[in-house]
């Protein structure tokens, strides 16, 4: 979900919270990726044969069980590319639910502040890991001043 060079200028605080979110979703990536990584090619594949097939031979009944095939891989390459986009859809959700879930254990930030940073999340969610950034660097700030 993160890559090193998103986490190497971080400070440990964050990275540890980060690092806690991409165990909770890391079997879902793997899910995803492998859907990603065969969807892809049979699409490729079931899109430029199917192309070609009708550019060169035309329509005819007897040439109609290759466009079939073609057609199957092409549903089967479209059925995993949904299937991983939902996934991705349930990986944002992990970690949504996390990051909200971690806000209301804070103790150290008032009650607040806490609604402030969850409202920002849930109403903007593609800032969603900016307003948690936010919200553990005021959190970790107010552990060393007391």
Same mark, same amino acid.
């Given at each position: 979900?993160?890559?090193?060079?998103?986490?190497?200028?971080?400070?440990?605080?964050?990275?540890?919270?980060?690092?806690?979110?991409?165990?909770l979703v890391?079997?879902?990536?793997?899910?995803?990726?492998?859907?990603?990584?065969?969807?892809i090619?049979?699409?490729?594949?079931?899109?430029?044969?199917l192309?070609?097939?009708?550019v060169?031979?035309?329509?005819?009944?007897?040439?109609?069980?290759?466009?079939?095939?073609?057609?199957?891989?092409?549903?089967?390459?479209?059925?995993l590319?949904?299937e991983? &986009?939902?996934?991705?859809?349930? @990986?944002r959700?992990?970690?949504?639910?996390?990051i909200?879930?971690?806000?209301?254990?804070s103790?150290?930030?008032?009650?607040?502040?806490?609604? &402030?940073? @969850?409202k920002? @999340?849930?109403?903007?969610?593609?800032?969603?890991?900016?307003?948690f950034?936010?919200?553990?660097t005021?959190?970790?700030?107010s552990?060393?001043?007391?």
């Amino acid at each position: 979900m993160f890559n090193n060079n998103t986490m190497e200028n971080m400070p440990s605080f964050i990275e540890r919270e980060l690092e806690t979110i991409t165990e909770l979703v890391k079997p879902r990536i793997k899910k995803s990726s492998k859907y990603m990584m065969i969807a892809i090619p049979l699409l490729g594949i079931s899109i430029v044969n199917l192309f070609l097939l009708f550019v060169t031979t035309g329509w005819s009944l007897d040439t109609m069980i290759a466009p079939g095939i073609y057609a199957l891989v092409g549903a089967i390459g479209a059925a995993l590319f949904r299937e991983s &986009k939902l996934t991705n859809k349930e @990986i944002r959700k992990i970690g949504m639910k996390h990051i909200i879930e971690r806000i209301n254990k804070s103790e150290h930030v008032d009650d607040d502040a806490k609604k &402030k940073y @969850i409202k920002n @999340i849930k109403s903007q969610p593609k800032f969603g890991l900016q307003t948690f950034i936010n919200f553990l660097t005021e959190e970790h700030q107010s552990l060393m001043d007391s």
